[in-house]
């Protein structure tokens, strides 16, 4: 039977190999998706593991070897234009002493290893914006199974175990991590990828491709449905049972699939170069890094042949059920109301958790990746009733002959009509919740903080509740600021051991303000001035150091002379330049060289993680785009194509009878163009209420409302959707001949 089944799948000459092309392709384009996907989120825990050893120096590890101790610190955190930089410092004690992976031996005093990335960078850069902050000379580069990704930057310096040994934060290490350290809330370097975090992006993303791909499966599955029905119907009348029946679908769709499914794992291993390129987490993956497990593979390669046969099965069911319910032609029971249900019960759970948003991870996963895939399904269910709704509505209110035969098709079967645009409707679902999403979190966060002046700026120095940077700025320091060309302003915040002009108000554990020279104030307005014949002001500690816009604060004044002032410790450094990469390269590195043991900070370098991450949802926003508006238009195309040959007979009739060509194509663009303009609408309008109350739970954003890309995108899908209907209309003229009308 199944040989049998094989054989008369293709035997319906072009029309069915064309339609067992069109599923594998289908099923192609979603194995393909699928595996990427899968392959992205194990590249995250591979790229989690290959960095597990730079928690090595973590005080709450605890494992021990019979080996000569390693002196360990992590020298941090350290940038370079924005990028994070893991700086390690190592001192071997002994022959024995541990060895991180990437390295064929650890690095002697005055040595160090680099990443490829960052030596690369060492080697283009001047010496005084990178290399000169770095001791020692480069004596090889680090393996990549010890670096997330190619563009990752990792610096492992050897250092004399004596003077290690007296820098703050230097410990003893004998055995390299292999796993996460029991507490890695406080001392563990932050590198990596939250797993769960990106598990639930990349679980949307996935979500968001699947389900126009689905659709598409579905679509071609029907292709010739109304031959094949009266071919099984046929067969029902001879004897065949609705087994036999059942078993032959299934079996030429399931051969389109299987064919698919093995070309999907192809087209993966194709796209594994181009995925690795996409900055997911930030940076590139290591093509090594996607790698599928078998069991995922074997999921796959079993599921989706299943999942073609059971879409077969359901696409082809009234043949199974009476021989006679072919050719009977009855009209299809109206979808009832009840069908909004599946997708206000979405909308409403997301709205339920607007005030409430879940404390865990797991729980925010739950609510709204539930909440969401419940909305993209309640569309697919409510879009027949919002089709039929939209088709008597103009019923009412036409006479034109061609619409009234158009809106009274779509009324009496609804679901044929939506079912055309299904996958161009959630795609638009998907890209404006998707573009409406991340271009909020991009306006709140995706802006660096600061005027141009804060972005200018360098600070350097201890924390505002520690002991002081040094006692004094070495000359030295001072001139060669100065001497930079690329040098605007410099100004000093200095220790207050006596608590002067201190807030009453402030808890009792909160830090003095530091003071500032008025002199040094009027070189850097962009921290604030003082009162007018001031000497000394008492600024913020905090805003002084974390490069925070003062410039319309005018600060207290302090009771204590310039000269006074001038003799206390240096707490910090406040450095201003003429904002390019360059000059602010360089006072880094001359103030890393000269404080090794604090750290420059930038506006660009607390938000260079930020905007990665931002930049990571962009390219999965740009690739949902460019991904399931083709799939969908084709979808839709094949819909229509569909339709077409579904309804040749009917339609070759009505051109017998007189009806004129240009009547009927008006026809069937109307059934098409009305169900997708009416629920494209809604779905918009679903999409950016999905959207603000995720905003509004998950983060306490208002909705942003996106810019004029986004409605001329939507208008060019629009206009592009309508031109493949108008593509597939020269059709109607070659299928509805004479010879159409004839029975048998």
């Known amino acids: 039977m199944i040989a049998f089944a094989l054989r008369l799948a293709v035997s319906g000459g072009r029309q069915a190999v064309a339609r067992l092309l069109t599923i594998a392709a289908a099923a192609a384009v979603g194995v393909g998706l699928l595996l990427s996907t899968i392959a992205a989120v194990n590249a995250v825990g591979a790229t989690n593991e290959r960095m597990l050893w730079a928690n090595s120096g973590a005080a709450s590890r605890t494992g021990t070897a019979d080996v000569d101790p390693l002196w360990w ?23 024995t002493s541990p060895v991180p992976p990437g390295l064929a031996k650890l690095p002697a005093a005055g040595e160090y290893y680099a990443s490829p990335a960052l030596a690369e960078l060492i080697r283009e850069q001047p010496a005084d914006q990178l290399a000169d902050r770095f001791p020692g000379r480069p004596v090889g580069e680090i393996g990549d199974e010890a670096i997330a990704s190619p563009d990752s930057l990792v610096l492992l310096v050897g250092q004399d175990p004596a003077a290690l040994a007296a820098r703050p934060g230097a410990r003893q290490i004998t055995t390299i991590a292999t796993a996460l350290p029991p507490d890695c809330r406080a001392d563990c370097p932050a590198t990596g990828t939250r797993g769960d975090a990106m598990t639930l992006i990349l679980s949307v993303v996935a979500g968001a491709l699947l389900f126009p791909v689905v659709i598409f499966i579905g679509t071609a599955t029907r292709l010739s449905a109304a031959t094949r029905e009266q071919r099984y119907a046929a067969m029902r009348l001879v004897g065949a049972t609705p087994r036999q029946i059942t078993l032959i679908a299934a079996a030429e769709s399931t051969l389109a699939a299987v064919a698919g499914t093995v070309l999907g794992f192809g087209l993966h291993l194709l796209l594994r170069p181009l995925v690795a390129t996409v900055p997911f987490t930030g940076e ?68 339920w958790f607007v005030g409430r948003r879940p404390d865990t991870t797991n729980g925010q996963t739950a609510a709204y990746l539930t909440g969401f895939l419940v909305v993209m399904l309640g569309l697919v269910v409510a879009g027949p009733w919002l089709t039929m709704a939209a088709a008597r509505a103009v019923a009412a209110r036409t006479g034109r002959p061609a619409t009234l035969i158009a809106v009274r098709r779509l009324a009496d079967d609804p679901r044929a009509g939506f079912r055309s645009v299904a996958g161009l409707v959630l795609a638009l679902f998907v890209t404006t919740a998707t573009v409406a999403i991340i271009g909020t979190i991009d306006t709140n966060r995706g802006a660096l903080s600061g005027d141009p002046q804060t972005r200018a700026a360098v600070s350097h120095g201890a924390p505002a509740d520690g002991p002081p940077m040094t006692a004094a700025v070495p000359d030295r320091v001072l001139a060669g ?5 690329g040098f605007r302003g410099l100004a000093i915040a200095r220790a207050n051991p006596d608590g002067l002009a201190r807030d009453p108000s402030l808890p009792p ?14 070189q850097v307005p962009v921290v604030g001035h003082c009162a007018p014949g001031a000497e000394v002001a008492a600024v913020d500690p905090f805003g002084f150091l974390d490069l925070q816009s003062q410039d319309a604060v005018q600060w207290p004044t302090a009771p204590i002379t310039a000269e006074a002032a001038a003799r206390l410790p240096a707490q910090s450094l406040y450095v201003t330049t003429d904002g390019t990469t360059a000059a602010k390269e360089r006072v880094r590195t001359l103030l890393s060289r000269s404080f090794p043991d604090q750290h420059a900070r930038m506006v660009q370098d607390w938000g260079s993680a930020q905007q990665q991450m931002l930049a990571g949802w962009r390219q999965l926003a740009d690739v949902v785009l460019l991904t399931t508006l083709p799939i969908a238009g084709c979808s839709l195309a094949v819909s229509v194509v569909a339709g077409l040959s579904d309804r040749r007979r009917p339609f070759a009739m009505l051109r017998l009878t007189g009806a004129p060509l240009g009547l009927l194509r008006w026809v069937i663009a109307l059934e098409s163009a009305l169900p997708l303009l009416v629920v494209a609408a809604i779905a918009t309008g679903t999409g950016f209420g999905a959207a603000a109350m995720f905003l509004k739970s998950q983060m306490d954003y208002d909705l942003v409302a996106p810019g004029a890309v986004y409605f001329a995108l939507v208008l060019l899908g629009l206009a592009v959707s309508l031109g493949i209907i108008a593509s597939t209309l020269p059709l109607l003229k070659r299928i509805t001949g004479p010879e159409a009308a004839r029975n048998g």
């Not at 046969?309 to 050719?327: E, F, I, K, N, Q």
């Not at 500032?516 to 009027?522: I, K, R």
Request: net charge positive; proline share 11%; charged share 20%.
């Open 73 to 95: 610190r992590e020298h941090g955190p350290e940038f370079y234009d924005g990028k994070r930089l893991l700086y390690i410092e190592v001192a071997a004690t002994g022959p």
């Open 284 to 351: 590139r993956f290591f093509v090594e890094d996607l790698t599928l497990a078998v069991p995922q593979a074997l999921a796959v390669l079993l599921g989706v042949p299943v999942a073609a046969a059971v879409a077969a099965r359901l696409a082809l069911r009234r043949v199974t059920v009476s021989p006679l319910g072919v050719s009977r032609r009855v009209t299809p029971r109206p979808p009832s109301a009840w069908r909004v249900a599946p997708l206000l019960a979405g909308l409403a759970e997301l709205a």
């Open 509 to 522: 554990g909160w830090p003095a303000p530091l003071l500032a020279l008025c002199s040094d104030l009027a």
């Open 481 to 485: 600021l100065r001497a930079d060309p």
